[in-house]
């Protein structure tokens, strides 16, 4: 057996290829670039914002500054050099979060509601803007409810497809980036070829469109057939439980 996180973390793990780039925080993504690491990716290279660039990851970092970051890494360098090195069109990949996110995945970790006076304020952007803006393929980890999902955002902290097709490239951001895949304890969602909107391409065990909608707000639609997100392996399961988290932080005791 397996809960929603170990699945989540999972899905996300096999989403990374080997020899690809990606810039990791601490958290799921973390958990999942490492379990690539130790499966399917051996050869992944891992960017933290801090400045570790291809660390042998032994145990979980606590933050991206962490020291365990630089653990036998090709370089202990800085923010600048790992912000320039996304700005060149060297890393594959980024991992962010936030406190909204919408149909075409913009994200909002800034506030919620009025920016003068919020119901909720943020930590903000940090490198978010950076990545989200600059790596080639955003991709999101995230629990799946409608004050998550939301039809508008209250605050633009990192750009997705922001309106729509052609948008990124009018804003001056590079052709062919932007949102990839959004993981979530009801499915998978990647963003339609032409309108940018994101879409299921897979739901988890059990769990039917009816339930994604409702648990979105804002109208999703699916691939046209969506298939069914593959369950971890055991290889996978004890690899996650025995070396990436075996405090159980994030996976649950």
């Known amino acids: 057996m397996y809960n929603k996180m170990e699945l989540m973390i999972c899905a996300a793990?096999?989403?990374?290829?080997?020899?690809?780039?990606?810039?990791?925080?601490?958290?799921?993504?973390?958990?999942?670039?490492m379990l690539a690491q130790k499966t399917t990716a051996p050869m992944l290279t891992l960017?933290?914002?801090?400045?570790?660039?291809g660390p042998q990851l032994p145990r979980m970092p606590?933050?991206?500054?962490?020291?365990?970051?630089?653990?036998?890494?090709?370089?202990?360098?800085?923010?600048?050099?790992?912000?320039?090195?996304?700005?060149?069109?060297?890393?594959?990949?980024t991992f962010l979060g936030g406190a909204q996110i919408d149909a075409y995945g913009n994200l909002n970790s800034t506030v919620v509601g009025d920016h003068k006076q919020p119901k909720v304020r943020f930590p903000g952007s940090g490198g978010a803007n950076d990545l989200g803006s600059f790596c080639w393929r955003t991709m999101v980890i995230t629990q799946h409810d409608a004050r998550r999902f939301v039809?508008?955002?209250?605050?633009?902290?990192?750009p997705g497809f922001l309106t729509g097709p052609g948008a990124r490239?009018?804003?001056?951001?590079?052709?062919?980036?932007?949102?990839?895949?959004?993981?979530?304890?009801?499915?998978?969602?990647?963003?339609?070829?032409?309108t940018k909107r994101m879409q299921v391409e897979s739901l988890h065990e059990g769990i039917t469109m009816d339930e994604v909608q409702s648990a979105t707000g804002?109208?999703?639609d699916s691939v046209p057939k969506?298939?069914?997100?593959?369950?971890?392996?055991?290889?996978?399961?004890?690899?996650?439980?025995?070396?990436?988290d075996p405090h159980r932080y994030l996976i649950g005791r």
């Open 13 to 33: 793990a096999r989403m990374l290829e080997d020899g690809s780039t990606v810039v990791v925080g601490t958290g799921a993504p973390c958990a999942a670039a």
């Open 47 to 53: 960017f933290f914002e801090a400045g570790g660039i």
């Open 62 to 93: 606590i933050s991206v500054g962490d020291s365990r970051t630089f653990h036998q890494g090709i370089s202990a360098t800085s923010m600048c050099d790992i912000m320039e090195t996304c700005q060149r069109g060297m890393v594959d990949y």
């Open 151 to 158: 039809e508008k955002l209250d605050f633009v902290t990192t």
């Open 169 to 194: 490239e009018e804003a001056g951001l590079p052709a062919d980036s932007g949102p990839y895949q959004v993981i979530t304890d009801l499915a998978v969602m990647g963003f339609h070829p032409e």
């Open 218 to 220: 804002f109208p999703i």
């Open 226 to 244: 969506p298939n069914t997100t593959p369950r971890p392996t055991e290889e996978q399961l004890e690899i996650l439980r025995s070396e990436v």
